[in-house]
């Protein structure tokens, strides 16, 4: 049983590192191909990311789509979520699948949608069409984040600060809101994180105005290949790390991924 | 929260934002994708309205019916792959001690994080003949040439799976991290081999977990887009690679509108199946 862990933890974790690796080799290749063993050391291809005009752009439009669509996301969570959970709500499963069956979908039906939606009003080819598209589509993210922290908030709080005279509006301005801070800022980090690397929605949505990360990226390889692609790759990795790493550091990063606190403890001892 | 309260006229206020916002957004596009679907295609690109059911009609061609079948053919297989792989890991991460627990989670979010565009790349330079795999054997002296294994099936099962595989053990995560190891200790104490109180006593348990697990990896598999593109030959090309194809380069959306609602259909199947094996298991817990 030992040796069946150890092999299948190994097993995992040079499945999920083998072709990031391949990468971060070619990725400091001197040399414009592909080769191995490689030749030479350069780091010409991360600062050509930020000196290409047209590698800059795709990365700051990605960056501005990702911080908009996410905001436009938990702005859409967050009254959903409190209403559904304080509140004894006719339908409210049905307003709550409303909020999940978006991203339960294959993201090329949201997409498909919104291509013919934005078609029949004329307004095309717009940055905003793929922002309001990735906002709809990923507010399942801090709609999840927030009503479970919705269930799992302690009701002696709220109580408390009604013994002590606070009216429902105050009590939701001073202890309500300020804990579901947490969990705004998570559900808002997933929907930042899939935003940035989300491709077949932009496509459709704006594909050939509004050339994304994952665009630029994809049709780059189409042209053939450039070290410039596995640059990229590496940094939005090392991005993607850095980012959970500090929600475990200073978050409830096993909570929020559905861990049972007392059980883990013991199972860990 | 313990007692819900009633409802007033703000809080409906209130509601009505997000729910008007996603009914404009969500269920109005997806209506008007539907009755696309019903549209008279216009050669240049463009469709207008009418009551046809061409589209619908070629949903039964030959070539739908393949690309169909292989979508679901290789999905399913990559559902099976990741929770072979998947169950057992996730096990022993959540039985592992907080620093390689949290140090594995930090891996699989990564991985999770990435974009399809990214490991399409990365798994096409890994198989590719350039700098992958067989480069490394070469150099090793155990290959005299290299060789490409892209685009092939199984480079696109590999990536399928290398994309669910992160979403399967975050299925799985919360209901093992419950799975109490007093149970455990239990068929051991009884004299039970680890081994087989991982096959007669885990297993089991996680029966409902494993199956909702598959079918949500069948699912998010079904909606990749870029693996079967990248990867892949077109006789690879999975329903989202033709639908979106058919949406954009062929210009036939009514055709592409009636091929998403059949994903969708599909989909909202999976899922309702999926729903329904985790209500069974809540009630029975």
Known sequence: MRALKWSVTAFTIVFLVAPLLVVAVVSINENRYMDFPPEGFSIAWYSALWTDP???????????????????????ATPLAYVLRAYRIRLSPLLFSLGIIPFMLPPVITALGMQVFWNATGHVGRIENVIIAHGIFFSTLPLIAIALAMETMDPSLRE????????????????TFPLLVPSMITGYAAAFVLSLNEYIISFLVAGFSVETLPIKIFNSLRYGFTPTIASVTIVFIVVA????????????????????????????? | MSERRRPTASTYA??????????????????????????????????????ELDSWRRLFSQVFIERAGFSIGISLLA??????????????????????????????????????VIVGFTWSVLLGRAAGLSN???????????????????????????????????????????????????????????????????????????????LLVFVFTLGSYLIA??????????????????????????FAAAMAIFLTALSLLVVGIVTLIESRTRSLA
């Open chain 1, 241 to 269: 790390a850095t980012v959970f790493t500090f929600s475990a550091l200073f978050g409830n990063l096993l909570r929020f991924l559905g861990a049972d606190p007392a059980t883990l403890e013991r199972n860990q001892a």
């Open chain 1, 160 to 175: 408390a600060a009604q013994t002590l005279g606070a009216n429902p509006r105050t009590t939701f301005r001073t202890v």
């Open chain 2, 79 to 116: 559902g099976a792959v990741c929770i072979a792989i998947a169950f057992p890991f996730t096990y022993f991460l959540t039985r592992m001690r907080r620093r390689p627990h949290v140090a594995l989670l930090i891996l699989v979010l990564s991985a999770l994080s990435l974009s399809e």
């Open chain 1, 54 to 76: 047209a590698w800059r752009s795709a990365i700051v439009r990605s960056l501005v789509i990702a911080a908009a669509s996410a905001a436009f996301a938990t702005a859409v």
């Open chain 2, 136 to 214: 490394i054997l070469v150099w090793l002296g155990l290959m005299d040439e290299a060789v490409a294994y892209q685009p092939s099936f199984l480079a696109v099962l590999l990536g399928l799976s290398y994309i669910a595989f992160p979403y399967c053990v975050l299925t799985l995560y919360p209901s093992l991290t419950r799975l109490d190891r007093e149970v455990t200790e239990a068929a051991q104490t009884l004299g039970a081999s680890p081994w087989r109180t991982f096959w007669t006593v885990v297993v089991p348990i996680s029966r409902p977990i494993i199956l909702a697990g598959f």
């Open chain 2, 229 to 254: 593109a990248i990867l892949g030959r077109p006789e690879h090309w999975t329903l989202s690679v033709f639908i979106s194809d058919q949406a954009s380069f062929n210009a036939n959306v009514p």
């Open chain 2, 14 to 51: 209130v509601l009505a934002i997000p729910v008007a916002l996603l009914t404009v957004f969500f269920l109005i596009p997806f209506g008007m994708m539907l009755a696309a679907s019903f549209y008279h295609r216009i050669s240049g690109g463009f469709y207008e309205p009418a009551f």
